[in-house]
Nanobody, 115 residues
Framework: QVQLVESGGGLVQPGGSLRLSCAAS????????MAWYRQAPGKQRDLVAA???????NYADSVKGRFTISRDNAKSTLYLHMNNLKPEDTAVYYC?????????WGQGTQVTVSA
């Protein structure tokens, strides 16, 4: 069983930056495939960025060059550094963890990009 707690969301102006964090507990964090998803009102939940246990990353085309996913295994924490934020980045951002079959979601953190 893994517990995931996101933090770092908020209101930011277009062009601004935020850093999201996801603190994990309950299992061996370094073994897990980790990802960030987001869901805007009335839309499906989509993958934003992912990082494997070995550190390989991939990104949605819409965030490439602006967002960076990273992990600190010693702190059991996943990060999402978001730069040059746009209004279309507004969504609830969810942390996701998977090891073999079981997978887990955090409760989400709201990111609002608005002037």
């Amino acid at each position: 069983q893994v517990q995931l707690v996101e933090s770092g969301g908020g209101l930011v102006q277009p062009g601004g930056s935020l850093r999201l964090s996801c603190a994990a507990s309950g299992s061996i964090f370094s073994n897990y495939y980790m990802a960030w998803y987001r869901q805007a009102p009335g839309k499906q939940r989509d993958l934003v960025a992912a990082i494997t246990s070995g550190g390989t990353t991939n990104y949605a085309d819409s965030v490439k060059g602006r967002f960076t996913i990273s992990r600190d295994n010693a702190k059991s924490t996943l990060y999402l550094h978001m730069n040059n934020l746009k209004p279309e980045d507004t969504a609830v951002y969810y942390c996701y963890a998977r090891y073999l079959s079981p997978y887990y979601w955090g409760q989400g953190t709201q990111v609002t990009v608005s002037a």
